[in-house]
């Protein structure tokens, strides 16, 4: 950790300079803040699946000095950053404070409906060990409509480390889509916060697809701040190897009249570690609030691992939940089945694993998406995934 | 064509069938009769491979070839079906995909392409229409959410997708009303080829009015006890088992 602040305290200068007043202004809280806080331990509850020390262990380089095209942030996205992301609540969003010099802004102006995705391409590239800090901001005003596509490459085979914070502002009666679809290598760590506000009647759908990772932990905070907002987390981790994916949500009910469903589903081979946790917290205001939260498991080895942890926390008296999670083995019946149809026995066991996640790949309302991942799912199933290193998300619009 | 030979099995430690002999020429229909536990069930998984029973003493010859070697899906390309007695929920496997799994692994076995996509739909909506399944089947899970008798017209109607040499139904008859008993019954003969032999196995006569058989064994603890003609299943349905355990 001290390493950490240590570079930031020699190289300052060249941070600042190669980054926007705007960041330079909130890293010094950041340092205070990462420098109290310390990196996780397993000991504090919401990493206590996810090793966060062992992401930082290899001895990561920085590109501190790349220039940075001229950028100018409009008042009502300059105002908001850094108000949902607290620096002072998690050490990783300090740290990524502290550090990130880019901030790839995107704005939707009251009213305007976006028909196509924006594509936010990140692909990682480098010949020795890399650690990358990266920041968004997402203001999405009255009425205004957009989708986000975002997805996560690595194209060598190094160790990579990416931290990324997310800002997202709903506007009232707006609605935003995000799609995060992470295909890196067994060397990516990545630790990445998102934090969303959804105001009075906006939206916001978030789908998380775990193609292929490394160690993965992904924390989406959702505040259901104005009345009749609604949000829907969607996630899909497919892990074996020694593939770890962690997914800690928080979905925050603060207003009345609010919606959220929230499902996820890893299917967990070989040595695989799948952790999901996942808070509902149903302020006392928050009265008519609605909401399902269900983690489901399919594990196909002795060896992978799943924890899962749902939790409601209600604290007004009107109110629809219901949350629960299950963990299962591939069902033997069904394999014998297929098996006494003809079906060999590593197919079986691959419809099954698609039929699994079918359900969670069905409720993606961007179609040309939804199709593409499904295929992306049945080619990872199929173990053929490598194969396509090269090819981009350039599948669903073009 | 199928030779089954001083034949012991056991599931979970315990002897379930304990010396069966029995052989199906070509074009044979076999009637297995007796009460419930005798073994039946059994005797079929062992036949189609199951991986919780354990064969201990004894042989399984067809056409020639050992089965108890192969693998399930191997037995299934060598042409064995099996009709399940409770067959299981696949949820969100959907019955196209699934039966176009099937028939490209049986093809893929014998060295034939992959069907085609409009051939096969050609195929299964021509099936399943004698068995009297609507147009949503192909869309709908494996047997997610099938009635009983849905279930067992979808059991026959795999059969006749897949053109087995010897079919095995697993009371295919219990839980039917008397129209779902017809359609099966019909169904069956209509959709089974000529030189297709069939163990059937049942406690009553109803099923066998429709699908007649040649040969009626009778199973008691394991064991068959007692082989006859069609008369045998008459005999059985008016008098039970009693009087044939007596004679023993
Ligand atoms: N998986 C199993 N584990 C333990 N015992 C079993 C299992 N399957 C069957 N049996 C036992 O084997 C005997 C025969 O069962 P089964 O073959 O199903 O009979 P049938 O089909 O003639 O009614 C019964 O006593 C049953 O309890
Ligand atoms: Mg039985």
């Given amino acids: 950790m001290n390493q950490y602040l240590e570079l930031f305290q020699e190289q300052r200068a060249l941070i600042d300079s190669n980054s926007l007043p705007l960041l330079n202004s909130c890293r010094e809280a950041a340092a205070e803040a990462f420098a109290r806080l310390g990196f996780p331990t397993k000991r504090v509850e919401r990493y206590k699946y996810t090793d966060v020390a062992s992401a930082f262990a290899p001895e990561y380089g920085l590109k501190l000095d790349t220039p940075l095209s001229q950028q100018t942030i409009p008042d009502v996205v300059a105002s908001r950053y ?40 990140r692909q990682l590239h480098s010949t020795v060990p890399l650690m990358q800090n990266r920041r968004l901001i997402v203001v999405v005003e009255e009425g205004a409509e957009v989708s986000l596509l975002m997805s996560d490459q690595t ?42 506000d959804v105001s009075a009647g906006g939206r916001f759908l978030h789908t998380s697809f775990t193609a292929t990772c490394g160690l993965t932990r992904n924390t989406t905070n959702v505040r259901l701040s104005g009345e009749g907002a609604s949000t829907e987390l969607l996630g899909t981790a497919i892990i074996d190897g020694q593939q770890h994916c962690d997914n800690n949500t928080l979905i925050d009910h603060a207003a009345p009249g609010c919606k959220s469903h929230e499902l996820y589903k890893y299917v967990a081979d070989e040595h695989a570690t799948g952790a999901f946790a996942g808070r509902v917290l149903v302020r006392q205001e928050a009265q008519q609030t609605e909401s ?74 961007f179609e040309p998406l939804r199709d593409w991942l499904r295929n992306l799912a049945n080619r990872r199933f199929e173990g053929d995934l490598n194969h396509c290193r090269t090819c981009q998300l350039c599948g669903p619009t073009k | ?32 009769m007796g ?57 969100g496997v959907m019955m196209f995909n699934f039966m176009r799994a099937a028939i490209n692994a049986k093809r893929k076995a014998s060295g034939q392409e992959p069907i085609g996509a409009s051939e096969f739909r050609t195929l299964m909506q021509e099936k399943r229409k004698l068995v009297g399944l609507d147009s949503r089947l192909a869309n709908r899970g494996v047997n ?51 030189d297709t032999s069939a163990i059937v196995i049942t406690h009553y006569q109803r099923l ?40 023993l």
């Fill in chain 2, 35 to 91: 009460l419930n536990g005798a073994g039946k069930s059994t005797l079929s998984y062992v036949m189609a491979g199951h991986p919780a029973y354990t064969v201990t003493e004894g042989s399984v010859t067809y056409r020639g070839k050992d089965l108890l070697t192969m693998s399930p899906d191997e037995r299934a390309h060598e042409g064995i079906f099996l009709s399940f007695q409770q067959p299981v929920e696949i949820p």
């Fill in chain 1, 82 to 121: 850094g108000t949902l992301a607290d620096v002072n609540d998690d050490a990783i969003t300090a740290l990524n404070t502290m550090l990130a010099q880019e901030l790839t802004v995107v704005h939707i102006p009251a009213g305007e409906r976006r028909q196509q995705p924006i594509r936010l391409t």
């Fill in chain 1, 155 to 196: 194209d060598d085979d190094q160790d990579f480390l990416t931290t990324q914070v997310t800002e997202i502002f709903v506007g009232k009666g707006a609605s935003v889509e995000v799609y995060d679809i992470e295909r890196t290598n067994a060397r990516c760590h990545r630790l990445h916060q998102l934090y969303a």
């Fill in chain 2, 208 to 247: 066998l009015d429709y699908i007649r058989p040649d040969i009626v064994h009778v199973l008691i603890d394991g064991r068959i006890v007692k082989t006859g003609g069609p008369e045998l299943a008459t005999e059985i349905e008016q008098r039970g088992f009693d009087w044939i355990k007596e004679t």
């Fill in chain 2, 1 to 32: 064509m199928l030779q089954i030979r001083n034949l012991h099995a056991s599931v979970g430690g315990k002897e379930i069938l304990k010396g069966i002999d029995l052989t199906v020429k070509p074009g044979e229909i076999h009637a297995l």
């Fill in chain 2, 144 to 194: 997610e959410g099938f009635s009983g008798g849905e279930r067992k017209r979808n059991e026959i109607f795999q059969m006749a997708m897949l053109e087995p040499s010897l079919a095995i139904l697993d009371e295919t008859d219990s839980g039917l009303d008397v129209d779902a008993l017809r359609i099966v019954g019909e169904g069956f003969n209509r959709l089974r080829k000529e």
């Fill in chain 1, 292 to 365: 399902q939260e269900t983690n489901a498991n399919l594990v196909c080895t002795p060896w992978a691992r799943i924890y899962t942890q749902p939790m409601l926390e209600i604290y007004a008296d009107d109110v629809q939940c219901s949350h629960g999670s299950t963990v299962g083995q591939m069902n033997e019946a069904a394999l014998f089945y297929m098996q006494q149809r003809g079906i060999g026995a590593d197919e079986a066991r691959l419809l099954l694993k698609q039929a699994f996640t079918a359900d969670v790949l069905n409720l993606i309302p």
